[in-house]
């Protein structure tokens, strides 16, 4: 079945300070990437759509200029937590969806800790 | 607003034993319901999904029931294995491939 990649798995960073996760699709081409946060013991909520070459469209609630998200080829997504802060501690899973096609994949999720 | 609702939010099950897990929905937009299984540190993972235009879908021991005038959908496991412990999460989209709302999931014990 088609992979999706997410690193680093677990990061550690000082409040204040950025961080970025990568999510690549290992054998196809995601022309679409979804990007979700889940709290301990809660459900996935989504944070925001990408869409290669495009602008992310993020859903109500998101700070866009806290979560940078780019999505500038068909194999990798990033998003960039800045200025992070102890709330913003969290698991960040990634979706792709191939293009043409309609199944989305999950990557492993990166466990974020902010200090 | 919670879009999918799901429950139980835990469920314990004797091994061999049925495990179902139920989720409502309001959106009629929604044409997509997939059913995911997370172990922990992990990210979820596609068991099954269904379309309205089919009432049951099975696959393996994992069957889904789809009643759309009642707008439910339940997850059936049958023979139950300690293996199967995990959270389950339903979910649904308004088109195959578009972004999913999940319900805010289910964990599963089952007991050897």
């Known amino acids: 079945g088609a992979v999706v990649s997410q690193h680093p798995s677990w990061v550690i960073c000082k409040s204040g300070t950025s961080v970025k996760i990568e999510c690549r699709s290992l054998?196809?081409?995601?022309?679409?990437m979804f990007w979700y946060r889940q709290f301990p013991k809660q459900s996935l909520m989504l944070m925001a759509t990408s869409n290669e070459g495009s602008k992310a469209t993020y859903e109500q609630g998101v700070e866009k200029d806290k979560f940078l998200i780019n999505h500038a080829s068909l194999t990798l997504s990033t998003l960039t937590v800045t200025s992070a802060h102890p709330e913003d501690s969290s698991f960040y899973i990634c979706s792709a969806r191939e293009f043409g096609a309609g199944e989305l994949f999950f990557g492993e999720g990166s466990r974020l800790t902010v200090l | 607003q919670q879009q999918v609702k799901q429950s139980p939010q835990s469920l314990i099950v004797q091994k061999g034993g049925i495990s179902i897990i139920n989720c409502a929905y309001e959106n009629t937009a929604f044409d997509y319901f997939p059913w995911y299984q997370q172990f922990p540190g992990k990210g979820p993972a596609l068991l099954i999904a269904?379309?309205?235009?089919?009432s049951e879908k099975k696959e393996g021991r994992f069957t889904i029931s789809f009643n759309k005038s009642a707008k439910q959908f339940s997850l059936h496991i049958m023979d139950s294995q300690p293996g199967d412990s995990a959270t389950y999460f339903c979910?649904?989209?308004?088109?195959?491939?578009?972004?999913?709302?999940f319900g805010a999931g289910t964990i599963l014990r089952v007991k050897s």
């Open positions: 054998d196809f081409q995601a022309t679409t």
């Open positions: 269904i379309r309205p235009d089919v």
């Open positions: 979910a649904a989209s308004m088109e195959y491939g578009n972004k999913l709302v």
